[in-house]
């Protein structure tokens, strides 16, 4: 058997084409949902089952009954056995980490793919043993979630800005690159020719005086919400240079907030994009010439597609104080290198 742990669009796009050139039958998406479809996965026809973390719910890792029923359905219903493969695709979620221990227990491999690059590439240059912690003393609020999912031992990297839970290096059989980035955990790398969906079709005309601008809430990371508009002030101003227009498209977490409001309010201008759907889905009918974000994993698929991108993270001055941002930013370049294939897809892990 075959399992995929989702717990957003991107994952689940992802893993629908690594699931096409498998030309396997026995695949079920495990699904622990952040930002993630369930009717889109449900209508996919593949065989998907759901779990509700409780970290996603307000009060969740408080509620003993809801952790229990959780626990006791995915000992029930996740039977893992010696020749299972399970991939996944994030450490962060504590409930994935959970699954995962479970699966290493049975003997089944644990792969780790990249998460559409960025992240997975940041993290796993810096956990390493000496940059590691005890999760439970930076969240200490997660202690009863830690208990009752037997995760006490689990370790995060802390930096200036994020706590980032991972896993022991053991329980990861390999990690999946779709790029030649250089990684310092004590983890097997296996670079996989990516397969980023059809190429921007060249009969698409693209919108030469538009430009598309994804947003992050990263005001709640990296810096404070006035320094995030004036950094949002100085790129529009910069996109306008060489655009008329700035497609703007709001980050889900974003939506319904006050930072909406104020993103409004001080940029009138901008054309704002209600369409719920991923920018996957929504490229090619708004075919803009330029994508640009402070550090989006979701532009470097768009990138290897053949789409014009623009990061704009290492134009904020503050990102040289923060370990995190700095391993993202040495990604940044590396990504930009020629990726060395040394298999082709998910199928030969398995010869």
Known sequence: MIYFVIN??????????????????????ICIPHTLDMTVVKESGWSSIVFESPLVKRGGCFNVFHMLKIKRRINNELTFKVNDAVF?????????????????????????????GLATYAVNKLATPENLTRYVFERPRHIFFLLFFSLLKAMCVKTKSEILPVMEDLIISDVVYYQNVKVNRDVKVKIVK??????????IKKNESESLYLSQ?????FMSIPEYLDHLDFVFREILKDFDVINFKFHPREVG???????????????????????????SDLSPALLVSFSSSALVPLKRQGWKVLFTMPYWKGHE???????????????????????????????
């Open 321 to 351: 104080n923060d370990r995190l941002l700095i391993a993202l930013a040495e990604s940044m370049v590396e990504i930009s290198q020629e990726p060395l294939y040394e298999i082709k897809t998910l199928k030969n892990i398995f010869d």
């Open 8 to 29: 957003n669009n991107f994952h689940f796009i992802d893993a629908l084409n690594h699931v096409r050139s498998l030309d396997r039958k026995d695949v079920v998406f």
């Open 194 to 203: 990516y397969n980023a969906g059809p190429k921007k079709n060249s009969a």
């Open 88 to 116: 996944f695709y994030t450490e962060f979620e504590l409930l994935n980490q959970y699954i995962l221990k479970r699966a290493s227990r049975n003997n089944s491999s644990c792969t780790l793919v990249e998460e559409n």
């Open 217 to 221: 809430d990263v005001y709640n990371f």
């Open 257 to 283: 907030t006050a930072i909406e409001d104020e993103i409004k309010k001080r940029f009138p201008f901008l054309h704002i994009i209600s369409d719920n759907r991923p920018v996957e889905m929504l490229i």
